[in-house]
C-alpha cells in the first residue's frame, strides 16, 4: 500500500527461499493516549549521525498534542528517524514520524487512527488493524527521586569556577562530581583555561582547588580541593556504581541549588551502552607554512580566517609557532600529528614568537564551518546549544536528556539515585553523552 496523502507505505517482507527468519511485529494500539503529565511514550528510529545501526534507539518523550490526524511529541528526534514508530509505555504503536520539526516538541506524528482507517480500506490489509497484546516497556514510574535520595547525590555534587565568583550566582558555577573526599571532576572544556579555581561544596562553602590531572581524551579535569576540606567528607561512597542498562530510566544532575540541594533533569532513556563516539577533525581558522629560516624549518602563520578560532585566541599573521600543548612542531607534519590527537571543542595551548616576543594564547579548535550548512548540524542547531567538545569518546553511555553544554559535568544517575557516571557532553539534537562512573575512578585510583 502507498498512500501520498499521509504519506505512510505498507511492505510485505518476502523471504529469501530456504531462510525462515523469526520476526517480530509491533500491535496497534486501541486508541490514543491522554497528554497527562506522567504519561511516557517512546519513539524509536535510527539517527544518521549513528554508524552501529544494529539496534534502534529509543528515546522518551511525551505528547504535546492529540487528535484523530497527527500527534505532536517532546522525543528527540533527528535525520534517519522518519518512519519509525511512536509508541506507547505497553509497546503498542501509536502513530509513525512523519516530521522532524525545527524545535524539539514539534515533531509530528501520524496517529494510530488515521493508520487503521487506512489499512481497513484495503481488503488485504484489515487484519493487521486489529489491536492485540505489547510488551510493557517501562517497568519503572518516572518520578523524582525521594528527599533522601536527593540528598545522598547532593553530597557528592559540587560547583566549580573561578575563584572570587560569589556562591550564590549559581549560573556561574559549573556542575562537578565528588569522587573522594578531595577529588572533583568536571568537564575541562567548560572552565576558563589557566585560571584559579574553587568548589562549592554541598554545605554551600567555598573551597579553593586546583588542577590534578586532565584526561584529554575524555575532556575531564580532575580538581584537588585545599584547605580543611576533609571536614566535609560525604557520608556515603559511591563506589563502585551501579550498572547502566539500555532502556533503564536515568536522570542528569543539572547543578547545585541555593538551599544546597541539586536541580534534576526531567527522566530520559540509556539508549546505548559502551557507546564509541567517532571523532572530527577540527580547524585552527589560520593558514599555517613551513618555512626555511636560518638553517632551520619553523612553522609561520601567514594568514587568519576572520572571526575563526585563531582570530578569537588573538593569533596573528607573522606569528611564528613555537609550541603546541607543550610540544615544538618545526613541520607541518609534526604539528599534524599533534592535532590528530585533539578533537574540536579542545582548548589548546600556543607559544608563538611575535616580533621577537614570546606570546602564550589559548585556543579553541573549531569544527568545520561548512559542516554547519549540513541537515544534521542544522537540525542540531534548532533544537539549543550543543557543546563544543562532542566527538571522540569512546565506551561512553548515550542517553536523551536535552542538557545544555554549561550543564555537562554534573552527575547521571538512575532512579534508586544510583550513581552511574557524569555527563560529559550534549552531543546532539537527539544524544547526550555520559562517562561511566568506573571510568572516573581509575582516573583518581588512590581515592584521596
Same mark, same amino acid.
Given at each position: 500500500?502507498?498512500?501520498?496523502?499521509?504519506?505512510?507505505?505498507?511492505?510485505k517482507?518476502?523471504?529469501?527461499?530456504?531462510?525462515?527468519?523469526?520476526?517480530?511485529?509491533?500491535?496497534?494500539?486501541?486508541?490514543?493516549?491522554?497528554?497527562a503529565?506522567?504519561?511516557?511514550i517512546?519513539?524509536c528510529?535510527?539517527?544518521?549521525? =549513528?554508524?552501529?545501526q544494529?539496534?534502534?534507539?529509543?528515546?522518551?518523550?511525551?505528547?504535546r498534542?492529540?487528535?484523530?490526524?497527527?500527534?505532536?511529541?517532546?522525543?528527540?528526534?533527528?535525520?534517519?528517524?522518519?518512519g519509525?514508530?511512536?509508541?506507547?509505555?505497553?509497546?503498542?504503536?501509536?502513530?509513525?514520524?512523519?516530521?522532524?520539526?525545527?524545535?524539539?516538541?514539534?515533531?509530528?506524528?501520524v496517529?494510530?487512527?488515521?493508520?487503521?482507517?487506512?489499512?481497513?480500506?484495503?481488503?488485504?490489509?484489515?487484519?493487521?488493524?486489529?489491536?492485540?497484546?505489547?510488551t510493557s516497556?517501562?517497568?519503572e514510574?518516572?518520578?523524582?527521586?525521594?528527599?533522601a535520595?536527593?540528598?545522598?547525590?547532593?553530597?557528592?555534587?559540587?560547583?566549580?569556577?573561578?575563584?572570587?565568583?560569589?556562591?550564590?550566582?549559581?549560573?556561574?558555577?559549573?556542575?562537578?562530581?565528588?569522587?573522594?573526599?578531595?577529588?572533583?571532576?568536571?568537564?575541562?572544556?567548560?572552565?576558563?583555561?589557566?585560571?584559579?579555581?574553587?568548589?562549592?561544596?554541598?554545605?554551600?562553602?567555598?573551597?579553593?582547588?586546583?588542577?590534578?590531572?586532565v584526561?584529554?581524551?575524555?575532556?575531564?579535569?580532575?580538581?584537588?580541593?585545599e584547605? /580543611?576540606? /576533609?571536614?566535609?567528607?560525604?557520608?556515603v561512597?559511591?563506589?563502585?556504581?551501579?550498572?547502566?542498562r539500555?532502556?533503564?530510566?536515568?536522570?542528569?544532575?543539572?547543578?547545585?541549588?541555593?538551599?544546597?540541594?541539586?536541580?534534576?533533569?526531567?527522566?530520559?532513556?540509556?539508549?546505548?551502552?559502551?557507546?564509541?563516539?567517532?571523532g572530527?577533525?577540527?580547524?585552527?581558522?589560520?593558514?599555517?607554512?613551513?618555512?626555511?629560516?636560518?638553517?632551520?624549518?619553523?612553522?609561520?602563520v601567514?594568514?587568519?580566517?576572520?572571526?575563526g578560532?585563531?582570530?578569537?585566541?588573538?593569533?596573528?599573521?607573522?606569528?611564528?609557532?613555537?609550541?603546541?600543548?607543550?610540544?615544538?612542531p618545526?613541520?607541518?607534519?609534526?604539528?599534524?600529528e =599533534?592535532?590528530?590527537?585533539?578533537?574540536?571543542?579542545?582548548?589548546?595551548?600556543?607559544?608563538? /614568537?611575535?616580533?621577537?616576543?614570546?606570546?602564550?594564547?589559548?585556543?579553541?579548535?573549531g569544527?568545520?564551518?561548512?559542516?554547519?550548512f549540513?541537515?544534521?548540524?542544522?537540525?542540531?542547531?534548532?533544537?539549543?546549544?550543543?557543546?563544543?567538545?562532542?566527538?571522540?569518546f569512546s /565506551?561512553?553511555?548515550?542517553?536523551? =536528556?536535552?542538557?545544555?553544554?554549561?550543564?555537562?559535568?554534573?552527575?547521571?544517575?538512575?532512579?534508586?539515585?544510583?550513581?552511574?557516571?557524569?555527563?560529559?557532553?550534549?552531543?546532539?539534537?537527539?544524544?547526550?553523552?555520559?562517562?561511566?562512573?568506573?571510568?572516573?575512578?581509575?582516573?583518581?585510583?588512590?581515592?584521596?
Amino acid at each position: 500500500m502507498m498512500d501520498r496523502t499521509e504519506d505512510l507505505a505498507v511492505l510485505k517482507i518476502v523471504p529469501v527461499v530456504g531462510d525462515t527468519p523469526t520476526l517480530t511485529y509491533v500491535p496497534l494500539a486501541a486508541g490514543l493516549p491522554g497528554t497527562a503529565a506522567d504519561d511516557v511514550i517512546f519513539a524509536c528510529g535510527y539517527p544518521a549521525r =549513528i554508524r552501529d545501526q544494529s539496534d534502534a534507539l529509543p528515546r522518551l518523550g511525551k505528547l504535546r498534542a492529540v487528535d484523530r490526524v497527527a500527534l505532536r511529541s517532546s522525543c528527540q528526534l533527528t535525520v534517519g528517524d522518519s518512519g519509525g514508530p511512536l509508541l506507547n509505555r505497553a509497546g503498542q504503536l501509536i502513530g509513525v514520524h512523519r516530521q522532524i520539526g525545527m524545535g524539539r516538541d514539534a515533531n509530528v506524528h501520524v496517529s494510530v487512527t488515521r493508520i487503521r482507517q487506512r489499512l481497513q480500506a484495503n481488503p488485504e490489509l484489515r487484519q493487521l488493524a486489529e489491536s492485540a497484546g505489547g510488551t510493557s516497556l517501562l517497568t519503572e514510574t518516572p518520578q523524582q527521586l525521594s528527599a533522601a535520595q536527593r540528598g545522598v547525590v547532593a553530597n557528592f555534587t559540587v560547583g566549580v569556577a573561578r575563584q572570587g565568583t560569589p556562591s550564590e550566582r549559581l549560573t556561574e558555577w559549573r556542575p562537578g562530581i565528588r569522587l573522594a573526599a578531595r577529588r572533583i571532576a568536571t568537564k575541562r572544556s567548560e572552565l576558563p583555561p589557566d585560571a584559579a579555581l574553587a568548589c562549592r561544596l554541598s554545605s554551600g562553602r567555598v573551597v579553593p582547588c586546583r588542577v590534578l590531572l586532565v584526561e584529554v581524551a575524555l575532556d575531564v579535569v580532575i580538581l584537588q580541593l585545599e584547605g /580543611d576540606a /576533609d571536614a566535609e567528607v560525604p557520608a556515603v561512597d559511591p563506589r563502585p556504581g551501579a550498572v547502566v542498562r539500555p532502556g533503564e530510566l536515568v536522570f542528569a544532575v543539572l547543578g547545585p541549588m541555593a538551599d544546597n540541594g541539586i536541580r534534576l533533569s526531567d527522566p530520559g532513556i540509556a539508549g546505548r551502552v559502551g557507546y564509541r563516539e567517532p571523532g572530527l577533525p577540527l580547524k585552527l581558522g589560520a593558514i599555517i607554512d613551513e618555512m626555511a629560516e636560518a638553517a632551520e624549518t619553523v612553522l609561520r602563520v601567514r594568514e587568519i580566517s576572520p572571526n575563526g578560532p585563531a582570530a578569537v585566541a588573538g593569533l596573528a599573521a607573522g606569528d611564528r609557532l613555537i609550541s603546541v600543548e607543550g610540544r615544538t612542531p618545526a613541520t607541518l607534519n609534526e604539528l599534524a600529528e =599533534i592535532l590528530k590527537e585533539r578533537q574540536p571543542g579542545d582548548l589548546l595551548q600556543l607559544a608563538v /614568537d611575535r616580533a621577537g616576543q614570546t606570546v602564550s594564547l589559548w585556543l579553541i579548535a573549531g569544527h568545520d564551518p561548512g559542516a554547519q550548512f549540513e541537515k544534521l548540524e542544522y537540525l542540531d542547531g534548532r533544537a539549543g546549544v550543543v557543546s563544543g567538545r562532542r566527538s571522540g569518546f569512546s /565506551d561512553v553511555i548515550q542517553h536523551d =536528556i536535552p542538557v545544555t553544554p554549561a550543564q555537562c559535568g554534573g552527575w547521571l544517575i538512575n532512579s534508586r539515585g544510583e550513581l552511574l557516571g557524569m555527563t560529559i557532553a550534549r552531543r546532539s539534537r537527539e544524544a547526550t553523552l555520559a562517562i561511566p562512573i568506573q571510568t572516573l575512578l581509575d582516573l583518581s585510583p588512590d581515592g584521596k
